[in-house]
């Protein structure tokens, strides 16, 4: 809500909230609430025909409400957050299925967060130097332990959850072109996890590494790009922080005054670059792709 107060042309007509209790402020003016999108729909009538649709449940109910939404506002974009599901079945109900019907984009919010595009920058601004990529690490991990089940009831796991965003920025870098292999690490309560992946730039191939996890003091989100010069791109995504080494240097780096809340950030670039750029979030093809490399053979 906040970042679509920062775009001049944007309007929010009305959330959608099981829980009666919920409000709805947008530019200091309430806005209607409703328990579903038939509510909606029969209380709005064709004053009010949303463009688009942004869904931000539970993971686990994306699939039920992306379907609940087409039925009633057939002529809507859908915003789905991420991951569009926590199992391959659901994800392409709502890829393939209702995204057959009308668009449907899927918010990797992470991939637009400003140390990302500014690292993208200065890896073309750089390219002659940094030689060929070689290598991509990712981690991420969040202090989610003592509140493991309300987090599996909301997000699945961490991997899950937090896959999909290393995967969405690795995307940025090179194309994902195949999962090698997915493990659990330890108890299962821990929710630790490691993924590795093929990915493919300017005709060759290198591997990818992401790990997630929920056993953690604090949150922690990286990644790390390497190059066959020895270097390389790194960056702190909750910092909101990057710097790009080379020759064993720091030439150039990257941070935030702090002003805008780091996720509230993510949002804005996202927003500005779809609603005000008209530049597409992720094409249909590339969801689809990302999320059946996260989501195909999931360790039991």
Known sequence: MKALEAISDAEVVAGIDTDKSRTVTFREQDRPVFVSAFDARSNLGRQANPDIFVVATPTGSHAAVCEDVSSHFPEATILVEKPAADNLDDALRILEGVGARQRVVVAYHLAFSPEVEWAIGRAKEW?????????????????????????????????????????SVIEGFATLVGRD???????????????????????????ATVWTS???????????????????????HHAVVAYLLLKGEVREIFGSDGTTPRREAHYLALYRSWLVGDDPVFSAPTSLRLHELLLESMPG
Do not use: K
Request: aromatic share 6%; glycine share 10%; charged share 20%.
């Open 127 to 167: 390219a002659g130097e940094l030689g060929a990529l070689v290598a991509i690490e990712a981690g991420h991990a969040d202090p989610y332990q003592l509140e493991l089940d309300s987090a599996r009831a909301r997000l699945g796991s961490s991997w899950i959850d937090s896959g999909i965003n290393a995967l």
């Open 181 to 207: 292999s997915l493990r659990r690490i330890g108890s299962p309560a821990h929710s630790v996890f490691e993924g590795r992946f093929t990915c493919e730039t300017s005709g060759s191939r290198l591997n």
């Open 214 to 236: 929920w056993h953690a003091t604090a949150p922690t989100r990286t990644t790390r790009i390497r190059y066959a010069s020895g270097a390389e791109i790194v960056m702190d």
